[in-house]
């Protein structure tokens, strides 16, 4: 057992899923979707976890469940449901994910928001650490650093977040629920977002998310690997001019001297 290994957190649906796992000890992911999961794709994957829907009721938005892998095999969904009325899915192609010994948490993994994923990739040493699910993500370099900088100023962000805009859809690389707007953080990798068709790429997707009430902020390599002071100076004060951050607690407000005690933030 390795702490890299890599480990994948799959949405179940309804309780059926459920009773499948127990019962039959397999999950399946759909095998034409350009979303599939590369890890299930080359069988990289070593361990999956399960994040519960709304359907869970008093047990939805949580992670309690996870499993060793067992096997992965490509299988037509007649085969899967055999007893099932033949319909125009029963030809499509499937990944079945077998699974060891269904393992239960002590302490379920939780989601703050109460979000709805389809996958995360993380793996097995994340989730090990893991108490919340925006601990599970696995960004690039300047994105964890972005990550731990908020976590150490006491700024409550959900990562990669999902906001459908039309057709299109988004994932938002740090996302604040201000009281009076939503605030999306963007990490921009130099080498990636300084050619011309990216900048007019960010330009298009930023007037799509303010156009469901986001307002932008980016920030290079260069400011969050030397600058950070400054960007997360500017985060709070972002939130402070917004109304201040909506939590389950109440409403966050930063202080403007940053020698103050940073305690009591909560204003309800």
């Known amino acids: 057992m390795s702490k890299s290994d890599k480990l994948l957190v799959a949405l179940l649906k309804e309780p059926k899923d459920f009773k499948i796992l127990v019962e039959q000890n397999w999950y399946i992911i759909p095998g034409d979707k350009r979303a599939t999961p590369r890890m299930v794709k080359d069988e990289s994957i070593k361990y999956i976890a399960f994040y519960q829907g709304k359907p869970f009721k008093t047990d939805a938005f949580q992670i309690k469940y996870y499993a060793k ?5 490509k299988v037509q969904r007649k085969e899967l449901f055999p007893n099932e009325i033949q319909n125009i899915k029963s030809e499509n192609y499937y990944y079945k994910i077998s699974i060891n010994k269904l393992n239960q948490l002590k302490i379920p993994i939780i989601s703050r928001k109460r979000r709805i994923i389809i996958f995360i990739n993380s793996t097995l040493d994340k989730f090990k650490k893991a108490k919340e699910l925006n601990d599970l993500f696995l960004g690039s370099r300047i994105e964890e650093k972005m990550w731990q900088s908020l976590l150490k100023n006491q700024i409550p962000a959900e990562r990669e977040f999902h906001q459908k805009v039309f057709n299109q859809n988004f994932f938002i690389d740090f996302a604040l629920f201000c009281k009076n707007i939503k605030l999306a953080l963007e990490c921009d990798g130099d080498k990636y977002h300084l050619a011309e068709k990216d900048v007019k790429y960010d330009k298009s ?43 389950e607690k109440g409403v966050i407000v930063f202080p403007k001297n940053k020698d103050e005690n940073q305690t009591n933030l909560f204003e309800k």
């Open 69 to 73: 892998v067992n096997k992965i095999e």
């Open 205 to 247: 997707r930023d007037n799509a998310l303010k156009s469901k009430g986001w307002n932008v902020l980016r920030y290079t390599s260069k400011e969050i690997n030397y600058e950070m002071d400054k960007v997360i100076t500017q985060v709070k004060d972002s939130v402070n001019q917004y109304g201040g951050l909506e939590t």
